[in-house]
Structure formats: C-alpha cells, structure tokens
C-alpha cells in the first residue's frame, strides 16, 4: 500500500522557519515528481513547489525565495524548508507524487498526481 505522509508543521510566528518533510513508503518515488500543494481556510487547494526526479524545481511566485523543496532519494524523502514565514502562508499543506514516470516539468494541475499525503497544518501567527 502506497502511503505519503507529511509532518513538521506547527504553529510558529510571522518571520520564523518550518520544515516540512513527506516520507513515501510502499514505492519508491526516484522516477517521479513530487510536489507541495496548500489549502488556506476557505480557498482552493493551490500548487506551492516541486520537483523533478532529477532534481529540477518550480515554485509559486508567493514563496520564491522563500521556500525550498528538496528529496532524499535514498530516504524516498521529500522537503520543504520554508523561511520568512507569513500569515498569509498558514494552511493545510499537502505532498502528492507524479502518476507519470520521469516527468522533466512540474505540472501544477492536481488531477496529474495519484498519491497524495493526508497533509500537514501550518499555522503563522502575526
């Protein structure tokens, strides 16, 4: 059974750091994509990093600079290490994998990644 699973959220203030990690068991994901997505209160679910199965990435204009995704390939580990936090960054944040092999671009449409963790909360308080 494929399993994504996410942690290292928590409540932190505006300015601070958080890293967040999805750790995939039942697969390996080497081959694939992976990717961050987020759901604030009362808005969509929205693309916020990814990258490639070898190692290219793409960000969301809001968090570039900001952010930084990367993979242990040996862990079958993703991350996403998020600085200068703002509150305007708090939501569930989620990590899904690519359902196509060694996809070279990060799509940021949902419906192109079959695995998907249960999510993490992240909360920036100002």
């Known amino acids: 059974q494929v399993q994504l699973v996410e942690s290292g959220g928590g409540l932190v203030q505006a300015g601070g750091s958080l890293r967040l990690s999805c750790a995939a068991s039942?697969?390996?994901?080497?081959?694939?994509?992976m990717v961050w997505f987020r759901q604030a209160p009362g808005k969509e679910r929205e693309f916020v990093a990814g990258i490639t199965w070898i190692g290219g990435t793409a960000y969301a204009n809001s968090v570039r600079g900001r952010f930084t995704v990367s993979r242990d390939k040996d862990k079958n580990t993703m991350y996403l290490q998020m600085n200068s936090l703002k509150p305007e960054d708090t939501a569930v944040y989620f990590c899904a994998a690519d359902g196509r092999v060694r996809r070279l671009a990060i799509v940021t449409t949902q419906s192109e990644y079959d695995y998907w963790g249960q999510g993490t909360q992240v909360t920036v308080s100002s």
């Open positions: 039942g697969r390996t994901f080497s081959s694939y994509a």
